[in-house]
């Protein structure tokens, strides 16, 4: 008789190729894995004891953080949709407002339905779990981008080589992505800086490839 218990998809091979499908973040809340004392664990997206044809599907197992996979649970996506991040671009359902996720107000009443129970199911506004987090994300941005304006003033140069290297922290690749591309582009210190550094000749290929990959995971409104 097969060992129910055993967990098939506990394998090494498979688990780095399922943490490199979300660049070793969570799918849901973007929180690096194997970094602030989170590890990965596997979600079935359409739960195994539900669906056990599809416990090794490809596209059915997605890395998760603790907290998002113990608050999806056993839900089942089938009965009452949530958003699939394999599938689906968040971009299509959720904007940031402050730290928190919003529900796209252009939404169909179906796909409001959905978005709505994703945020509420997965608790991904939840304020002690993510919300001191983002805030602090937040802050930190904010004072450095003002104080970058305030060297580009004095010391142009470093002010283009530190803008790079806060513009890559909203690079896909990296944790909370999704949340820095929106605040850096609508910060009114990060645009000054922008139209400053395209008049003066500062604005290189290299700036204009980060604006674009930050406009890729932006969740503007």
Not at 31 to 51: A, C, G, T, W
Not at 96 to 107: D, E, H, I, S
Not at 124 to 133: R, Y
Not at 166 to 179: D, K
Request: one cysteine or more; a neutral charge; proline letters at 5%.
């Amino acid at each position: 008789m097969a060992d129910k218990t055993k967990r098939v998809w506990d394998i090494p091979w498979l688990k780095d190729a399922i943490a490199a499908m979300s660049y070793n973040k969570c799918c849901y809340s973007e929180v690096p894995i194997n970094q602030e004392s989170r590890y990965m664990e596997i979600d079935h997206f359409l739960p195994k004891n539900i669906y056990p044809e599809k416990v090794l599907e490809w596209g059915n197992l997605l890395p998760s953080c603790q907290a998002c996979n113990r608050a999806k649970g056993a839900h089942d996506p089938v009965r009452e949709p949530i958003v699939n991040p394999f599938t689906e671009h968040p971009k299509e359902y959720f904007y940031f407002q402050g730290w928190a996720y919003k529900v796209r107000p252009t939404l169909n009443d179906s796909k409001k339905q959905k978005a709505r129970l994703t945020l509420k199911k997965l608790k991904l506004n939840d304020i002690n779990q993510w919300g001191k987090k983002r805030n602090s994300i937040i802050d930190d941005l904010q004072t450095t981008l003002s104080d970058i304006l305030i060297i580009q003033a004095t010391d142009p140069e470093r002010s283009v080589i530190r803008l790079k290297r806060i513009m890559q922290e909203g690079n896909r690749c990296e944790g909370y992505a999704a949340l820095v591309s929106t605040i850096i582009l609508s910060d009114e210190n990060y645009q000054e800086l922008e139209t400053i550094l395209k008049s003066s000749g500062l604005w290189d290929t290299e700036l204009q490839s980060r604006k674009e990959e930050l406009e890729f995971c932006e969740l503007l409104k």
